[in-house]
């Protein structure tokens, strides 16, 4: 084990350095998002729902890769931490061979069977909604591989605390977005198509951008060419140790969410449409949770690979305590104005009313449970802990949300808002193991490196 060090390894600045710039890029992609579905709205009712639909599919593929992604981050981070530079710039090098392949093969499974899974998962949707999807989901699956390198360039930087340049590129990634939704729904009327263009493109902008900053001379962490790449089992089987069970923790996830937007389909357009704006306006709510657990894997990895484990400790109880203070005062905010906050969704009047009730249950929760439930675990994952994480989440999704979603929504009769109660109740459960874990300290002899 390497000798303890004494001194802090990250100073306030330091913190603060990381987390404003991961804040904003948070905020924007949050409020990019929200503008995102504004303007789909604009199209109709069908349109926002279909783009829903797809968006649920969109996500459980996505977090395969993304969650390989944060396997190198952590992987990078704790061999900085243990000061072993080569190592880290070895490590990157292959996670960008394995965020490509991967992304290449879901975009190509998802190309082949498009019609077939939205079929097979909304069949019974309107033909309006459906004739949106088809669409929307044909140009996401195409822009898989670009959001793949965007991710694990974003995540490299992030490891080596450069959160300012993965910001800047999120905010030119997100303007080429917002703009070209504003040309081909506004000034071309392309609708569906127009939006999901927009997309396209701005994630093939974001993965070409974020390279930059690790080609310039001295960058921490130079671009991870992988020309003349010599495989290393070792170096990939750590990346695959937090990227696997990570992946199937938030494919398992997402999957669960994939289950209850099937059985929220059932409901009606309505309750399809006051979900998509929950969830649109849900992840506003937890904007600061989920810049703090990005930065809790770079802080908390590099403390374990230097084996500063009591650091690892400090450092989480410090960024926990700022992720309630932020995003305690945004939600008591966000409270006071809900009665307001879903018009300009433009929903019909009883879509506007269930959204308003989700909008505000799940405003609570994040002010109250959120963080425990989904920022602390991080820490866990960041020391290279995640069997635990996985197996925690996954049952806590099936059991408690899924579950006792349809339990609340279909034979009680609460429909759309007893799926939200049903969240609720997973929180708490994922909060009592995860406390546990944490004070266990078993978490410290999972250290990779």
């Known amino acids: 084990m390497q000798a303890s060090l004494s001194k802090s ?5 330091d913190l603060r350095d990381l987390l404003v710039p991961l804040l904003m890029e948070q905020a924007l992609a949050v409020a990019i998002g929200m503008a995102d579905t504004v303007m789909v709205a604009s199209c109709g009712q069908d349109a926002v729902s279909g783009v829903s639909l797809v968006d649920s599919i969109s996500v459980l593929l996505i977090q395969v890769f993304s969650a390989l992604a944060t396997g190198g981050a952590v992987v990078v981070s704790q061999f900085l931490g243990k000061r072993e530079q080569r190592e880290a710039e070895q490590a990157s090098r292959h996670l960008y061979v394995i965020v490509g392949l991967i992304s290449l093969a879901l975009m190509v499974f998802c190309l082949i069977f498009r019609d077939g899974l939205l079929r097979l998962l909304f069949g019974g949707i309107a033909p309006g909604v459906m004739e949106a999807a088809q669409v929307y989901f044909f140009y996401c699956a195409l822009s898989y591989p670009f959001l793949a390198i965007y991710n694990a360039g974003a995540a490299l930087l992030r490891s080596v605390g450069d959160a300012r340049s993965s910001l800047r590129t999120s905010l030119i990634m997100n303007l080429i977005n917002v703009a070209g939704n504003a040309l081909t729904i506004y000034g071309l009327g392309m609708g569906v198509t127009g939006a999901a263009l ?3 493109v701005s994630r093939i902008a974001g993965s070409v951008l974020i390279q930059l900053p690790m080609m310039r001379p001295n960058a921490p962490l130079p671009f991870p060419s992988v020309q003349g790449l010599r495989w290393r089992g070792d170096l990939a089987g750590m990346i695959f140790t937090v990227g696997v069970p990570n992946g199937l923790e938030n494919g398992l996830f997402q999957f669960g969410k994939l289950i209850l937007v099937r059985m929220i389909a059932t409901l009606g357009t309505d309750a399809i449409a006051a979900n998509a704006v929950g969830n649109s306006l849900g992840t506003f709510h937890c904007l600061p949770g989920g810049a703090i657990s990005l930065a809790m894997i770079t802080v908390v990895g590099r403390c374990c690979g230097a084996h500063e484990f009591k650091q690892a ?3 989480t109880w410090r960024l ?13 905010l966000l409270l006071i104005l809900n009665p307001w906050i879903t018009l300009p969704y433009h929903l019909e009047p009883e879509a506007d009313r269930l959204a308003r009730i989700i ?3 799940h405003g609570a929760g994040a002010l109250t449970l959120w963080p425990l439930s989904f920022v602390l675990p991080n820490s866990l994952r960041a020391a290279g802990d995640t069997r635990f994480t996985m197996v925690v989440s996954s049952v806590s999704m099936m059991v408690f949300r899924v579950f006792t979603a349809w339990l609340i929504a279909i034979p009680l009769g609460m429909g759309v808002v007893g799926v939200w109660v049903a ?10 193991l995860f ?3 944490f004070h266990s300290g078993i978490w410290e002899s999972k250290v990779l490196v």
């Open 9 to 13: 390894l990250f100073s306030r600045r």
């Open 198 to 200: 927009a997309t396209l």
């Open 313 to 315: 400790r400090e450092y």
């Open 320 to 332: 926990m305590k700022i992720c309630y203070l932020i995003q305690g005062t945004l939600n008591i």
């Open 359 to 361: 909008v505000a249950l």
């Open 423 to 432: 969240m609720q109740i997973d929180w708490v459960f994922r909060i009592a």
């Open 435 to 437: 406390l546990w874990r």
